[in-house]
């Protein structure tokens, strides 16, 4: 009787260890579902849906996508994308602060002045600039209305080509001068611009972005009646480059008049498009406007041609930030900038 006992004994030691074994193989299983359940929440719906889908998967079940669910989903990726360019990712301060693409923090101390300057420019756009922008894309055609651009964009380049030399940039300084030639004299005074079709990237620099690199990265913020949002850096440099712009040269006062509200109109036009993003519906619309001009300033001061090389486009913002021809400026501020 002993030895079947002994033999019962070890087979029943050898049945429990295959089972503790078995049960240590699918252990991780489960820990791989928990650690993926934890991080879904904190992404988005896409990450959920995986998650959802990986006990199906385990349990040998078939699981097919929706294509109605798809679409939205798709659509709400590229809004949660554009936000996180704006605001950073949620939670990921560090890291994006490691990235170099940190989100400035708004200096506003003057937000109750600055918040009754924002209404009045609102007011302001609602019953003169919009009305006048709407009525010159009705009326003007769009290839003149491209030339126009370009021809204010090209009276501009003297201002870049100085603070480009200023912020120690030659290379930016000679494709500004560059671009001036060019387009002054083949683009028929700037009407055509030539320069981008010959691969001379239009990049804008201004006092203000020079003073920034020099040092004077934080400044405070400031809404001016007329002039919409600027810091206080900016306004200095905004004083700054006026001698560099040729139309304050002009000695006919009625031409001089024209050509400075006909810029002003066009830059209002160009806002038009990008107005959807201006929700009606936002629960505090001067903050919204305040950070997407803080943060499309940002990304002038250190865009490519100091960090990195100038024909690599900055991928850390939506297009409409990212566009020279289109700042992000406040639909109820008539000047932008």
């Known amino acids: ?152 964009d090209n009276l501009g380049q003297p201002v870049t080509l100085v603070n480009s030399l200023l912020q120690g940039n030659p290379r930016g300084a000679a494709n500004a001068l560059g671009r001036f030639l060019l387009n002054s004299t083949i683009g028929i005074g700037g009407l055509f611009d030539m320069a981008s079709k010959a691969k001379m990237p239009d990049r804008g620099e201004d006092f203000g972005q020079t003073m920034a690199v020099w040092g004077w990265q934080r400044s405070r913020y400031i809404e001016v009646p007329f002039l919409g949002p600027r810091t206080v850096r900016d306004m200095i440099g905004l004083a700054a480059d006026t001698p560099l712009r040729p139309i304050r040269y002009l000695e006919d006062d009625k031409t001089r008049v024209f050509l400075q509200g006909l810029q002003a109109v066009d830059l209002r036009a160009q806002l038009l498009s990008i107005e959807g993003l201006m929700s009606q519906g936002a629960v505090d619309e001067y903050t919204l406007f305040r950070d997407m001009w803080l943060q499309r300033r940002n990304y002038q001061i250190n865009q490519a041609g100091r960090k990195k090389d100038a024909s690599a486009p900055d991928e850390t913002l939506p297009p409409y930030l990212m566009q020279d021809d289109a700042e992000p400026a406040p639909a109820s501020t008539p000047g932008g900038e």
């Open 1 to 152: 009787m002993m030895p079947l006992r002994s033999t019962t004994l070890v087979l029943l030691c050898a049945l429990a260890s295959a089972c503790a074994s078995t049960g240590n193989q699918t252990a991780p299983q489960g820990d791989a579902t928990v650690v993926a359940a934890d991080a879904a929440a904190s992404e988005p719906a896409a990450s959920v849906a995986v998650v959802d889908a990986a006990p199906a998967q385990a349990s040998g079940v078939e699981t097919e996508a929706t294509p109605a669910s798809t679409q939205p989903q798709v659509a709400d990726d590229e809004m949660e994308s554009d936000f996180a360019a704006i605001y950073g990712q949620p939670g990921g301060g560090d890291g994006d602060a490691a990235n170099g693409n940190a989100v400035p923090v708004a200096y506003d101390p003057w937000e109750k002045y600055n918040r009754r300057v924002h209404a009045f420019n609102g007011a302001v756009d609602r019953a003169v600039a919009k009305p006048l922008a709407r009525a010159y894309v009705a009326v003007v055609p769009r290839p003149v209305r491209t030339g126009v651009n370009n021809f204010f």
